[in-house]
């Protein structure tokens, strides 16, 4: 069973609109971590923003936020004000614990955003 | 800021070939990583390494592949009798013990087996 699932495969924003990228989650442990990664066109993994199972708010860093609904095991990145060099692949991740801290990926979206 | 650095950043092998693709963590880190993203997939689990040894591995992670952490600093993969479908951007990864702080990677290592 898929651990990460993200819906969306490809997303259009215009600049300097807000958009929601999809991620629902599926683990029986209690402690977890979520991630966003963005990768762009050149390849590398750039952490974005962290929350933990265990928060009591959501995850914010500078545009980008993080709507975590624990209940629906839903952890939605939100960027707000898109630029142009937002358009990448987002990747959503989830490290259990008790598991080396390996993080599980969800099969990304890719966002572009148009001018 | 640190970081983790990949060496090299493209390497293209005969199948059949051994390869092996470096990696330097962030120097107090405990945890490192290896993950593979085959083009246009997700990002795929390896193998983790904690305290001289593997703590895990994935079913991916088989015979062919191993790991090193041979002088304190570099963390290698070596990959023996590369096959096509090792085609491959292999990131490096490395964390603390800390569990909210990210795991850090590397620019990753893009394979070509020819």
């Known amino acids: 069973a898929q651990k990460i699932t993200q819906t969306q495969p490809g997303m259009f924003v215009q600049e300097k609109e807000a958009v929601t990228l999809d991620c629902t989650y599926d683990?029986?442990?209690?402690?977890?971590?979520l991630f966003w990664y963005k990768q762009p066109s050149s390849g590398e993994m750039i952490f974005l923003i962290y929350?933990?199972?265990?928060?009591?708010q959501n995850a914010t860093e500078g545009r980008y936020s993080l709507n975590f609904q624990k209940a629906r095991k839903s952890a939605n990145l939100v960027i707000s004000a898109s630029q142009l060099g937002d358009s990448a692949m987002y990747f959503c991740?989830?490290?259990?614990?008790?598991?080396?801290?390996?993080?599980?990926f969800g099969s990304g979206t890719r966002l572009l955003v148009r001018p | 800021e640190p970081e983790v650095t990949q060496t090299p950043s493209h390497q293209v092998t005969q199948m059949g070939q051994e390869v092996i693709l470096r990696c330097v963590p962030i120097?107090?880190?405990?945890?490192f990583y290896w993950y593979r993203q085959i083009l246009g997939q997700k990002v795929e689990f390896l193998v983790s390494?904690?305290?001289?040894?593997?703590?895990?591995k994935s079913e991916i992670f088989d015979d062919q592949f191993s790991v090193e952490r041979p002088d304190g600093s570099n963390f290698t993969l070596k990959i023996r009798s590369t096959k096509l479908e090792d085609s491959a951007m292999y990131f490096c990864?490395?964390?603390?013990?800390?569990?909210?702080?990210?795991?850090?990677f590397g620019d990753g290592t893009r394979l070509s087996i020819l």
């Open positions: 990864a490395s964390g603390d013990l800390e569990s909210n702080q990210p795991q850090h």
């Open positions: 683990t029986s442990d209690p402690s977890y971590g």
């Open positions: 929350q933990g199972s265990y928060d009591q």
């Open positions: 991740a989830m490290r259990e614990s008790g598991s080396s801290y390996k993080l599980i």
């Open positions: 120097s107090n880190h405990l945890y």
């Open positions: 390494f904690y305290n001289n040894e593997i703590s895990e």
